[in-house]
């Protein structure tokens, strides 16, 4: 009998009751590891972020000039300002940016809305997809800066004193008798937005600077008849120089944006979706409360054990 209640004992299943230790370290492990690799991913991908090669450069010309040839001047600063006439916060935010005097600022009053009669679809694909934004009224400056909303609209002027982005890239532009001849070191290519005045759909009231048309420029094609494009035309040219790629905005506003989110790339955002090892104190904590368990754990299972034996 004792021999074969040892072969009965032996012959049971044995991966359920012996050293569930194991199967909790193995589980703690895996608790462990997880995050590293989480926050490993993360940093990659940041420094990946970091290392994207870009380049901005931005030129104005006020076309017809005075002279025959019209050169390029850089701008100090880019504005790229995205409403809609059917916005009622835009209002006080379009007007002022009208009051902005600085003929060295390019400013870009962008209409991506279908819904507008001056829709323009360059306007929402690079509202869409240049900078992922979500909400109108919303303010780029420099391609670097972000502000939403009326409330933060209103705080363009102090983010343009506190940005110092350099332009560079573009060697030389200017317009000889309806001919653009540009030269470059990068290898982007050029857009060229046409910026016309245009009438509120519902006010009584002219909407300056507004994109009406944009082309693109081969970074291969150095001299490039443009005259049919600028016919009959009475406007601001900006000339850009940039990477295709996502441009990663930050918000320059140091108020809430309440319910709103910036942007698909904003750092809010991106602090929410992805692990940056900040909760890694909590996962310790969590641990070390289960080790602190284990003892009691494998008690329990030997006293079980115990029990079991002795019922048979």
């Known amino acids: 009998m004792p021999l074969l209640n040892t072969c009965l004992d032996k012959s049971r299943p044995c991966s359920s009751n012996k050293h569930p230790a194991f199967w909790l370290t193995v589980i703690l492990?895996?608790?462990i590891i997880s995050p590293v690799c989480d926050a490993q991913v993360?940093?990659?991908?940041?420094?990946?972020?970091?290392v994207q090669d870009t380049i901005l450069d931005v030129l104005i010309i006020d076309y017809p000039c005075d002279v025959t040839m019209c050169e390029g001047i850089r701008a100090e600063t880019l504005i790229e300002y995205y409403g809609a006439d059917w916005c009622e916060p835009c209002e006080t935010l379009e007007l002022m940016l009208d009051s902005i005097s600085d003929k060295n600022i390019a400013l870009i009053h962008h209409h991506p809305s279908v819904n507008d009669q001056s829709y323009?679809?360059?306007?929402?694909?690079?509202?869409?997809?240049?900078y992922r934004l979500i909400f109108i009224p919303s303010i780029v400056v420099d391609s670097d800066g972000l502000l939403?909303?009326?409330g933060q609209g209103a705080e363009?002027?102090?983010?343009?004193?506190?940005?110092n982005v350099t332009f560079s890239g573009i060697d030389n532009l200017s317009?000889?008798?309806g001919i653009l001849n540009w030269n470059t070191s990068s290898i982007y290519d050029l857009q060229i937005w046409k910026l016309e005045s245009v009438k509120h759909e519902f006010d009584n009231r002219m909407l300056n600077n507004t994109a009406t048309d944009m082309m693109i420029v081969d970074n291969q094609q150095r001299v490039l008849n443009i005259s049919d494009w600028v016919t009959n035309s009475t406007s601001r040219l900006v000339f850009i120089l940039q990477s295709n790629e996502t441009s990663q905005l930050r918000s320059l506003s140091s108020g809430s944006t309440g319910a709103k989110e910036l942007s698909e790339n904003d750092e809010t955002l991106s602090g929410l979706l992805l692990h940056d090892g900040?909760?890694?104190?909590?996962?310790v904590t969590f641990l070390i409360l289960l080790l602190c368990l284990l003892p009691a754990l494998i008690s329990f299972h030997r006293?079980?054990?115990q029990v079991d034996h002795e019922s048979e």
Do not use: P
């Open 278 to 283: 900040s909760y890694n104190a909590a996962v």
């Open 42 to 50: 993360s940093v990659e991908d940041n420094n990946s972020a970091n």
């Open 148 to 150: 939403t909303g009326a």
């Open 156 to 163: 363009v002027n102090q983010s343009m004193a506190i940005t």
């Open 303 to 305: 006293l079980q054990k």
């Open 29 to 31: 492990c895996s608790v």
């Open 120 to 130: 323009l679809n360059h306007s929402k694909v690079r509202f869409a997809e240049q």
């Open 175 to 177: 317009i000889s008798n």
